[in-house]
């Protein structure tokens, strides 16, 4: 048997047991992979989604508002409070709170603002930020742990001007963000929903 004959044989015995399910690749690593292509195709979509780049222009100084960040966790660490995870586990989705200066609350400034965290946190792709004015709609540690499924200051949002941020898997971005309907704001709240996407 000549040598081009043994390495087609080679090559098809691989294949074969490839397909058969004997060789099979670890799910972490199809996981990173995934992550990986991912990553690189929103780094790619990112350079063009020039709304939200507006709002820094490529300026590397702090903005001219005050802001904290005050929840930073991914769904492995919900998770993690009620169930053992697995070492090798990756996490999908990362959810951030930030409190944000009252007087500064305006659609220019959340964008300057979702400009910075998109770059501070770039994985997971799927992100959400909820923005705060206030510390009444915010959980104290004790409140988030007693209450997993949903806040417990939800009846405060109703009071406090706020705005939430997603960036989606497929990159896509869009936020929201509540609006005063007269002088006596609050009560009495409109939401503005602001589409990051670019269609170029």
Not at 47 to 64: A, F, V, Y
Not at 75 to 88: G, N, Q, R, S
């Amino acid at each position: 048997m000549g040598k081009p004959v043994k390495l087609l044989l080679i090559l098809f015995l691989t294949v074969s047991v490839s397909s058969a399910g004997f060789a099979q690749v670890p799910k972490k690593t199809e996981k990173q992979e995934s992550s990986e292509l991912k990553k690189t195709s929103c780094k790619k979509f990112n350079e063009e989604r020039k709304q939200i780049e507006s709002g820094d222009k490529g300026d590397s100084n702090s903005p001219s508002f005050r802001y904290i960040i005050v929840v930073n966790v991914t769904d492995l660490d919900l998770a993690a409070l009620e169930e053992t995870v697995p070492d090798d586990a990756i996490p999908i989705r990362r959810y951030v709170d930030v409190l944000m200066e009252k007087e500064a609350f305006n659609e220019k400034n959340l964008i300057h603002l979702f400009s910075k965290l998109v770059k501070r946190f770039p994985e997971p792709i799927h992100l959400e930020v909820t923005v705060h004015t206030s510390l009444l709609t915010i959980e104290t540690p004790e409140e988030m742990e007693a209450v997993s499924t949903h806040s417990s200051r939800v009846e405060y949002f109703f009071l406090e001007q706020s705005a939430t941020y997603y960036r989606f898997d497929d990159c896509s971005a869009s936020f929201e963000y509540s609006v005063c309907l007269s002088e006596d704001c609050p009560p009495g709240f409109s939401w503005k929903s602001v589409n990051l996407l670019s269609s170029k």
